[in-house]
């Protein structure tokens, strides 16, 4: 390096003495030379703070959540769209029934119309099943009732068995579960036509010696909306959870077809 100074000679001397290091003199003699990378005294320019970097970052990401949450949404009311327009086509549910209620007043399924029904189908000496499956749509209609913003939902349940199961046995029955919960029976005719139109299979087992038995019969919980039509159901695997959850996303994507 010397010797590359030698060489340029007085023409560089000049310009070099004009790069001196800042100087910092203190009291008592001492001076301090400077280490700097801009002795000309002009700043590099900054960027954007810490704080308006974390700012943007969390609006982006806040964006994408948004983005993804309504496109789950969508996706999932197309899923549930599909759901119940393949429903229909199977004709669960669209004919009429006529059926007595737990207080002998005649009910048909016009009597529900312009309202969401949860029904089931079973009978009052099931020993186990049934009580657990009312259980747990009385525990669905509770949840759903502490949701001011949801229209309140009619729980029904429709024996299989009208030779037992009278306009008595039924209110007995209806009572240990909740005050709005409707039971429906009729005679043998009546009842087939009902679980026909909802594809409910049901067969009585032999008698014992104390003329007892038990029914066999389908296990799903059925989902109507206001226009009366079948929407879903629910087999013994959803939970009670679950089954609000479905609900409440049918109340919100319903549009009714009615004239």
């Known amino acids: 390096m010397s010797m590359v100074l030698q060489a340029l000679g007085p023409r560089v001397w000049p310009r070099l003495s004009q790069f001196k290091p800042p100087v910092l003199r203190i009291p008592g003699g001492?001076?301090?030379?400077?280490?700097?990378?801009?002795?000309?005294?002009?700043?590099?320019?900054?960027?954007?703070?810490?704080?308006?970097?974390?700012?943007?970052?969390?609006?982006?990401?806040?964006?994408?959540?948004?983005?993804?949450?309504?496109?789950?949404?969508?996706?999932?009311?197309?899923?549930?769209?599909?759901?119940?327009?393949?429903?229909?086509?199977?004709?669960?549910?669209?004919?009429?029934?006529?059926?007595?209620?737990?207080?002998?007043?005649?009910?048909?399924?016009?009597?529900?119309?312009?309202?969401?029904?949860?029904?089931?189908?079973?009978?009052?000496?099931?020993p186990d099943i049934c009580p657990d499956e009312l259980e747990k749509l009385v525990q669905v209609v509770q949840k759903l009732e502490t949701e001011p913003d949801l229209p309140l939902v009619q729980p029904v349940f429709i024996t299989v068995d009208p030779e037992r199961d009278d306009v008595a046995a039924m209110a007995r029955y209806v009572q240990d579960f909740h005050p709005r919960l409707l039971g429906l029976t009729g005679s043998k005719e009546q009842v087939a036509q009902a679980s026909r139109n909802y594809r409910v299979y049901y067969s009585a087992g032999p008698k014992d010696e104390d003329q007892d038995y038990i029914v066999d019969h389908s296990i799903a919980i059925y989902l109507l909306n206001p226009d009366g039509l079948f929407t879903d159901y629910y087999g013994r695997s959803r939970s009670a959870e679950q089954i609000v959850d479905s609900v409440r996303q049918h109340i919100a994507a319903f549009r009714s077809i009615l004239p």
């Open 30 to 126: 001492e001076t301090l030379y400077v280490k700097s990378r801009h002795w000309s005294g002009q700043s590099q320019p900054q960027g954007p703070g810490l704080r308006t970097r974390l700012l943007i970052t969390a609006l982006f990401g806040a964006g994408l959540g948004w983005a993804w949450l309504a496109a789950r949404a969508e996706k999932e009311q197309r899923r549930q769209q599909q759901r119940t327009e393949a429903l229909r086509q199977a004709a669960v549910g669209q004919g009429d029934f006529s059926l007595l209620d737990h207080k002998g007043q005649p009910r048909c399924k016009a009597d529900f119309q312009g309202q969401w029904v949860l029904m089931y189908f079973g009978f009052t000496h099931c």
